[in-house]
């Protein structure tokens, strides 16, 4: 008897409805001035809780690193990440995909500045650079360290600290584009959106630092979520995810105007070049 009555029970458990998360984390890699970041991605989880009737909370961090630690440990269930960032997050969560990404994300460019005392011009080669002192923006950016590195590499022959008098890091594009106009370093690499955002505020001296080389184009930002996202939220939550994401217009990120699907295959050339040259295994 006393068995029967503990089996009803748990079949009572079994039979009540499954309870979801109530609440969806997100966050974005902070590639740009920290407000500008936090303001696009607040409006970014509004809009998500109104499409999908789940609160959406935006979680801001200060690193790219921060980023992928955040969705590897399940304190957020989507990110905007960066190319390389979202090649770590999801090697790191295996199973996660990146679902969406800004049309211009899939032809994205670096561009090599330099301040005026340089004296380099611009070219369409890539400008001989050695000896000189030079800046990449955060050390897990695509735009601003994993591509340029790459492109430096295969053009010079050399690693950077064997191509530069002095190598730094930014915290992101916008610091790296400070530290060249103030001469602080005479070249660095930055994404060129926020370089063309710069230039719209009046933030670029043309008398100071300018665009010395643009870059071949490459797949760049993603919205990536975790594999377990309809475990958490219900079943087939993550393609009204994916709507919702490609649904967006002025609630993008970064000023994106038209978003696409994306698929982790699309990164492929990404996590090739950080296995390259050796910042992931």
Same mark, same amino acid.
Request: aromatic share 12%.
């Given at each position: 008897?006393? $068995? ?18 109530? %609440? ?16 696009? $991605? ?31 440990e ?6 905007? $990440? ?14 996660? %995909?990146?679902?969406?990404?800004g ?9 090599f ?14 400008? +001989?650079?050695n000896?000189y ?9 695509t735009?601003g ?23 730094? $890091?930014?915290? +992101? ?109």
């Amino acid at each position: 008897m006393v $068995f029967f009555k503990k089996f009803n029970i748990l079949l009572f458990f079994m039979m009540l409805p499954k309870v979801f998360a109530a %609440e969806l984390l997100m966050t974005a890699i902070p590639n740009d001035e920290q407000n500008i970041v936090d303001h696009h $991605f607040s409006v970014v989880a509004d809009y998500l809780t109104e499409a999908l009737e789940v609160d959406v909370k935006y979680i801001p961090v200060n690193s790219y690193a921060e980023a992928v630690e955040l969705f590897k440990e399940d304190q957020v269930q989507l990110a905007w $990440f960066g190319g390389l960032s979202g090649v770590q997050a999801r090697r790191a969560v295996p199973g996660s %995909e990146a679902i969406a990404q800004g049309l211009e994300d899939q032809f994205f460019r670096s561009y090599f500045i330099a301040n005026a005392s340089a004296d380099i011009l611009p070219s369409k080669s890539f400008p +001989n650079l050695n000896g000189y002192t030079f800046t990449f923006g955060s050390p897990d950016s695509t735009s601003g360290r994993l591509m340029p590195q790459f492109f430096i590499e295969r053009n010079l022959g050399k690693a950077p600290h064997d191509v530069f008098r002095r190598v730094g $890091f930014t915290e +992101n594009h916008l610091e790296t584009i400070q530290k060249v106009q103030s001469g602080l370093y005479q070249v660095g690499a930055v994404d060129y959106k926020v370089w063309e955002r710069a230039v719209s505020k009046g933030l670029v001296d043309f008398q100071k630092v300018s665009v010395i080389w643009e870059s071949p184009s490459f797949p760049d930002t993603q919205w990536t979520v975790r594999a377990d996202m309809d475990q958490q939220f219900g079943q087939g939550f993550k393609k009204k995810l994916q709507q919702a994401l490609l649904s967006m217009r002025s609630a993008g990120p970064e000023s994106r105007l038209l978003y696409v699907p994306v698929e982790n295959h699309d990164y492929k050339p990404i996590e090739d070049v950080a296995r390259a040259i050796g910042l992931i295994d």
